[in-house]
């Protein structure tokens, strides 16, 4: 029973490690959608939603038949609840990935282009770099990895409010373009709760790998506070 059961579990981690990879590319697609006024791309990013559902419901399946099947302790218990927690984010991140595709729709409509405001495409670039090392320190049981995912989150935080600084005041030059920074403004916020969603996979990696709940601690310098 223990080989069967190991097998299992390879199988269960590389089943989130392609839904992993579909939802990374996903978003990746949305975002280019976003910058490029890219109808095509954008569409597929919505018709491909139904793939991450589907994946999605198979690894929650899995998991609850290797809870009640095995009974696992330990180590192998920590992955089965960081594969639930994880498949749940990612899910989330392919969601959010159809609504900046969607916006990139109402964008690919528009006859004129407004420049994105400073920092947008940068922000943008962060975001997809924690999602892809939050992955990597999956992969690589890497908890330095994706402590450094945590911490690169203020940095997404930050841009995303000059952003939006800078898209009010691009609204108080330019009122008629009100509805296309509004959805620039949609696309920043949704970046930033990608942000949220890779240090929630960086933290469940930590969790794994240590044994370490790490979910709503101070950063170092408020506990020293």
């Known amino acids: 029973m223990t080989i069967l059961f190991h097998r299992e579990l390879e199988a269960l981690r590389k089943k989130i490690l392609a839904e992993a ?34 994946m999605e419901i198979d690894i929650e399946e899995d998991c609850l038949r290797i809870l009640a099947l095995y009974k696992p302790v330990a180590v192998d218990l920590r992955l089965i609840v960081m594969v639930i927690r994880m498949n749940n984010d990612l899910e989330r991140m392919g969601d959010i990935a159809v609504s900046i595709a969607r916006r990139a729709l109402y964008m690919s409509r528009r006859e004129s282009r407004t420049p994105l405001p400073e920092g947008f495409e940068h922000m943008g670039k962060c975001v997809l770099t924690m999602i892809r090392e939050s992955l990597d320190s999956l992969i690589t049981r890497n908890a330095a990895l994706a402590e450094k995912v945590c911490r690169d989150d203020d940095e997404v935080d930050r841009l995303k409010h000059e952003i939006n600084r800078n898209l009010r005041d691009a609204i108080r030059v330019d009122p008629e373009a009100l509805k296309t920074h509004l959805k620039t403004m949609d696309v920043s916020r949704h970046l930033e709760r990608l942000a949220d969603l890779a240090t929630n996979i960086a933290e469940d990696v930590i969790y794994f790998v240590r044994g370490e709940i790490v979910r709503h601690r101070p950063p170092p310098e408020e506990e020293l506070a």
């Open 21 to 54: 990879a579909v939802v990374e590319e996903a978003v990746e697609k949305a975002l280019r959608a976003f910058v490029e006024h890219d109808a095509e791309l954008a569409q597929g990013v919505i018709d491909g939603d139904r793939i991450i559902d589907e």
